[in-house]
């Protein structure tokens, strides 16, 4: 009775569902006057933390992110897919492989489970602008066997 009593209050404690159906708290990535991105972990079992350097409509070809999470997975390959909507209509979706085995492009590719990966540079895109709006954005990194790493749920404002 005592380990079953432990292992939920282990679960309550962990899981967000636990604490009354309350999600993971809402964070800021950034916030400028006419730029806010939120965002939330939708991953039941941990939230983890995101911060953008520079929260401009331009965004310039190489921004500098600041990432961090403990892993309950190992990584042997890790993939990003995003979708982005707006009044729930999709815009985009992309996928894009971070850590493939005979390539990997950053150095916490091959971490293990329990390890923490803080990731502090820049994230290479073409650069383009913001338009006025607000988007939804689902953010989804997983290992090679579809197992999530982390999931967040982003809110784009701009005007």
């Known amino acids: 009775m005592q380990v079953l009593m432990a292992a939920f209050l282990v679960c309550t404690l962990l899981s967000p569902q636990g604490r009354g159906g309350e999600a993971w708290p809402t ?5 400028d006057e006419s730029l806010q991105v939120l965002y939330q972990s939708c991953d039941a079992l941990q939230d983890f933390g995101l ?9 310039k070809p190489n921004i ?3 990432f961090g999470i403990i892993l309950r997975e190992d990584i042997k390959e890790l993939f990003l897919d995003i ?13 894009y492989p971070i850590c493939e085995v005979d390539q990997p492009k950053f150095s916490f590719c091959g971490r293990r489970k329990g390890e ?5 540079g820049p994230v290479y895109n073409s650069g383009f602008e ?3 709006g607000e988007y939804q954005v689902l953010l989804q990194l997983y290992t090679q066997d579809r197992s999530t790493v982390a ?3 982003a809110t ?3 005007s």
């Open 130 to 132: 913001i338009p006025e």
């Open 116 to 120: 923490q990966i803080s990731y502090a």
């Open 151 to 153: 999931c967040a749920n």
């Open 27 to 31: 964070h800021t990535a950034c916030r």
């Open 83 to 95: 979708a982005l909507f707006s009044k729930g209509l999709s815009i985009l979706n992309f996928s």
């Open 51 to 59: 911060s953008v350097d520079q929260c401009l409509k331009q965004v």
């Open 156 to 158: 784009i404002l701009c």
């Open 64 to 66: 500098n992110i600041r």
